[in-house]
């Protein structure tokens, strides 16, 4: 939920290439928009212009041409499966700008960036923001296979590897295994190999959590204190989506 990230690198001697991150870059365009999913809006109006509010998606979302479509009215459907599958919709037209998300990070960066754009352009706004609570759920449910395939695979590195101690001390090992815990032990090497570089902080996983907790309370106008240790707690000693999700609903009572 950071400003644009800048990458520099140098091509050749004395040549610098410079790429620009956007704030919503994982977002792709989608040809549907599922209007059944817990929604979010966040609504702009005012005196500004649509390519103006072209210029804000521009900023905001990749392949976003600068120019803006001869349109009186546009609107654009995105995906983002970063996140585990999350949409986004934007309507925009003049003196208008509308963004329907089912997830709230989405929402909240797009109320940081357009609002920094609408000061620094010195136009006039109205912010309108209606939250959905259920969509806090259905992020946290859309994200759990990603959460937990994770787990599993460290998990497994662990067994795998407290069993080949085992082993070595051992040389009927197999004798007394369990079925499950045979299957660990010979394939130790394939899941040590499965297991390279799969990490739950370098996933980036537990920040779209993070971020998700962080967007409603900014929302909100809550505190985030203790919220996040706690989120780390949960994923690192006893992670369930049931527990999970009975968390944030907690921390936000």
């Not at 209007?35 to 905001?60: C, D, V």
């Not at 120019?67 to 546009?74: E, G, I, L, Y």
């Not at 994770?150 to 082993?167: N, P, Q, S, V």
Request: glycine share 4%; charged share 25%.
């Amino acid at each position: 939920m950071s400003d644009d990230v800048a990458e520099i690198g140098a091509e050749e001697e004395d040549q610098i290439t410079t790429h620009y991150i956007k704030a919503l870059s994982t977002h792709m365009r989608a040809h549907d928009f599922d209007m059944y999913r817990p929604m979010n809006t966040l609504q702009f109006s005012g005196s500004f212009s649509i390519a103006e509010a072209h210029a804000w998606l521009h900023h905001l979302l990749p392949n976003v041409p600068s120019k803006c479509p001869p349109a009186d009215t546009v609107t654009n459907n995105y995906r983002s499966d970063a996140n585990g599958g999350t949409q986004l919709q934007v309507v925009y037209s003049k003196g208008s700008a509308t963004f329907r998300s089912d997830c709230m990070t989405t929402i909240c960066i797009i109320r940081d960036k357009v609002s920094e754009q609408t000061m620094k352009m010195q136009i006039r706004v109205e912010v309108v923001c209606e939250l959905n609570q259920e969509s806090v759920d259905h992020c946290l449910k859309l994200i759990d296979p990603k959460i937990s395939a994770i787990l599993t695979i460290e998990k497994e590195k662990l067994y795998a590897a407290a069993l080949k101690e085992l082993e070595s001390n051992n040389e009927n090992v197999f004798s007394f295994l369990s079925p499950s815990n045979a299957r660990l032990l010979r394939d130790h090497d394939m899941i040590y190999e499965k297991a390279d570089g799969v990490d739950v902080e370098e996933s980036g996983i537990l920040a779209i959590v993070e971020n998700l907790m962080v967007a409603r309370a900014k929302l909100s106008g809550k505190s985030i204190k203790g919220k996040l240790e706690a989120i780390r707690d949960l994923i690192a000693n006893d992670y369930t989506l049931e527990k999970m999700q009975a968390l944030f609903k907690r921390m936000n009572d």
